[in-house]
């Protein structure tokens, strides 16, 4: 592996700090150093040996770079008890860290314009040095930066069955944690729709891997039902004042939901023993978060919270597990990296395309 590209891997792990994860723990150390890595690396081996590196970078979605720490896992002194174990991992680490004050600027989260470590990579994949991967990872993060900010063109249809109304599609991703803040992640997407019925997919990963399960959305699908798997997600609309949006769930008022720094009207509900609380999106039906307040409760999950979803108009502009990129755009991109088209030029060009579902990163 081309000894540039393994250090640009391994020094995007720096400046992560605490960041809440899925698993309810996190690293709270700062990594700035090889002796860092080593020690983000460690801290994470135990999940990867239960989930791999695929599953294990996909429940934590604030470390993307974890996929570096592979490079150390398969290596012949990770699992070595010699007491120069570290100084061999550390060494490794550092052979490929290099010396590019550029790359080194890549932990760098915040920036209103393309920064130049992104323009050496993309030139480096223009000219066939870097891989489709590497490229990706530069445009997902102008995305994060809000650099880059395609609009967004949904032509799906929306049907509606027992006023649930939904599309084909469409995603709600949660995380259940536990009063002794273990956590799951579980992620519901629309799979077809009929006249009479929604097929849902439910995909679940926790410390005993990935496990995927389709049912049937009805009313009868309840939040609390600890023998069932299949959660309420979604609610029929409109939700009125004082109405049992389930047996044991009746709305009590209405507040406003930041939702990734945006606000949503929610209505509020609670259980007969007023120890639950649940907020529900008043214009699509979905829950927002449960919150339960008691210990003693039979119930398994403390605490649901929505993470990620398409269904308030928008398509998440990064897709990891179905990366497109047309080969012609690389002819595209090594006339901006010669100069020959703007900045301004290329990123309405990549905006355009990622909105049109070209291309996908």
């Known amino acids: 592996m081309n000894k540039f590209v393994v ?54 979605p604030n470390y993307p770079n974890l996929r570096a720490c592979a490079i150390l896992y398969e290596h012949i002194a990770w699992n070595s008890t010699h007491k120069a174990r570290d100084l061999v991992l550390i060494n490794e680490i550092e ?117 995927s399960k389709e049912f049937i959305l009805e009313k009868t699908n309840n939040m609390f039902n600890v023998e069932n798997d299949y959660k309420k997600f ?3 609309v409109p939700i009125n004042q004082d109405e049992h949006v389930e047996d044991n769930l009746k709305t009590i008022g209405e507040t406003v939901y930041n939702f990734n720094n945006k606000l949503r009207p ?3 509900a609670h259980n007969n023993e007023n120890n639950i609380t ?29 993470r990620n979803t398409n269904m308030f108009g928008e398509i998440s502009s990064i897709q990891y597990q179905n990366m497109s990129i047309p080969k012609w755009w690389k002819t595209t991109t090594m006339w901006f990296s010669e100069g020959h088209i703007s900045e301004e030029e290329y990123i309405k060009a990549l905006e355009n395309l990622i909105s049109r579902n070209i291309l996908r990163v």
């Not at 992640?185 to 926790?206: A, D, G, H, M, P």
Request: charged share 25%; proline share 2%.
């Open 7 to 60: 250090g640009s891997i391994f020094v995007l792990i720096f400046g992560i700090i605490g960041v809440p994860d899925s698993y309810g723990h996190y690293p709270q150390f700062e990594v700035k150093t090889a002796e860092g890595i080593l020690r983000f690396c460690e801290f994470f081996y135990d999940e990867y040996s239960y989930l791999g590196i695929d599953n294990l970078v996909q429940q934590h």
């Open 95 to 211: 052979k490929y860290l290099g010396d590019a004050s550029h790359i080194k600027e890549r932990h760098i989260r915040k920036y209103e314009s393309m920064p130049y470590w992104v323009k050496v990579d993309i030139k480096m994949w223009a000219d066939g040095k870097n891989t489709d991967s590497r490229y990706a990872y530069d445009i997902r993060s102008m995305l994060n930066a809000n650099v880059l900010d395609p609009p967004i063109i949904d032509k799906r249809i929306q049907k509606c069955v027992n006023n649930i109304c939904v599309k084909e599609s469409d995603f709600a991703k949660y995380q259940y944690t536990d009063y002794y803040d273990n956590s799951i992640s579980k992620k519901y997407t629309i799979k077809t729709i009929s006249n009479k019925e929604i097929v849902v997919n439910l995909e679940t990963i926790s410390r005993d891997g990935k496990e």
């Open 266 to 268: 929610a209505i509020i």
């Open 278 to 306: 649940v907020l529900i999106d008043k214009q699509t039906g979905l829950l927002l978060s449960s919150k339960q307040i008691e210990e003693n409760l039979i119930t398994t999950w403390r605490k649901i919270e929505l």
């Open 234 to 236: 979604i609610f029929s």
